[in-house]
C-alpha cells in the first residue's frame, strides 16, 4: 500500500500521518479482511474519526486462502561454505539437499573483522522530488 503525504511546508504544519487498522471477520462465507487507513488526527483523540480527521487514504486487504500446513520445521537448510553460511529451500525430492543451489536465499558472512557499514542519509529535492538519499557503504570495494 503505497500513500503519498503531500508535502508539509518543511514539516512547519506539525502533523504526522496516523494509521488506523479495522478488523473485519467475514460472515457467510465471505472472507475476512483488515481495512487500513491513513488520516491525520485533527481531533487527537488517537483514532480515526470520519468527518473530522483529513482522510490521507485508506486500502482494504483481503486475506488469502488457508495454506498447506508447513512441514517439521526443517524445510531450510543451512550450509557453511568459506566465510559464509548459506540458507537455502531443501529440495522435498532430496532430503538434505537444496532446491537451487545456485541461489541461496540468505547469506550471512561471517563478521570477525569487526567492521560496521558507514550509512549517510542526505535530503534531496531534484527537479520537485524532495526525500531522502540513504547510502550503506560496507567498505568491500
Known sequence: VTVNVKD???GLNGKTPKVDLLRVQGKN?????????????????????????????????KDGAKGADGRDGKSLLTVKDGKETKVYQEDPA?????????????????????????????????????????TVDNHDG
Do not use: C
Open 29 to 61: 462465507g465471505n472472507p475476512s479482511h483488515t481495512i487500513v487507513t491513513f488520516y491525520t488526527d485533527e481531533n487527537n483523540d488517537g483514532k480515526y474519526t470520519p468527518g473530522t480527521d483529513e482522510l490521507l487514504g485508506s486500502e482494504m486487504i
Open 8 to 10: 508539509g511546508e518543511n
Open 94 to 134: 532430496n532430503p538434505g539437499q537444496p532446491l537451487n543451489p545456485e541461489k541461496p536465499l540468505a547469506v550471512i558472512r561471517d563478521g570477525v573483522d569487526g567492521k560496521s557499514p558507514t550509512v549517510t542519509a542526505v535530503r534531496k529535492d531534484e527537479a520537485g522530488h524532495k526525500g531522502v538519499e540513504i
